[in-house]
């Protein structure tokens, strides 16, 4: 039990998700590679079930986006998408949708014959930098990779 409330501090951060004889491996793997799981954050809006029975009765949370925790303060919206169509013949299974936001500012120093009175430097937008475009990129790839 120690090990899933530590699991719980870093990967989930919601109480009162179900649980089963798995969870406790899912959140270590989760632990183990430095994931969270958007959804259980105050950002999720509405129902966190993802499956339904073939019945139609119970539902369940069986479907997470996980992304690396050092991303969650990136995490503005999580819902699951009532309407996306999977094209399947039962509706038991839902996606659920996350939206990232990144910004950042860094000043870059202009050479000395550019610089004019107080304007020693200027703000620039990092988004098209190498590093933000390779994760982009990266993120674009694998999911066309994985045919997701």
């Not at 120690?2 to 870093?10: D, V």
């Not at 014959?113 to 674009?140: D, E, F, I, P, Y």
Request: overall charge positive; glycine content about 6%; aromatic content about 8%.
């Amino acid at each position: 039990m120690q090990m899933l409330n530590q699991a719980m501090l870093t990967t989930v951060f919601c109480k009162g998700m179900r649980t089963t004889a798995n969870t406790i491996h899912f959140r270590d793997c989760l632990k183990q590679h430095n994931m969270c799981l958007p959804s259980t954050l105050a950002i999720h809006s509405g129902s966190r079930d993802t499956w339904t029975m073939p019945d139609g009765g119970d539902t369940f949370c069986i479907g997470y986006v996980a992304v690396p925790s050092t991303w969650k303060a990136h995490c503005t919206w999580s819902q699951v998408l009532e309407a996306f169509d999977l094209a399947t013949s039962r509706e038991d299974h839902k996606v659920v949708g996350l939206e990232l936001i990144w910004w950042q500012r860094y000043y870059h120093h202009l050479p000395p014959h550019h610089q004019q009175g107080l304007h020693r430097c200027r703000m620039v937008s990092s988004w098209g930098t190498t590093k933000n475009t390779r994760v982009v990129a990266g993120l674009a790839h694998s999911s066309l990779e994985h045919g997701r």
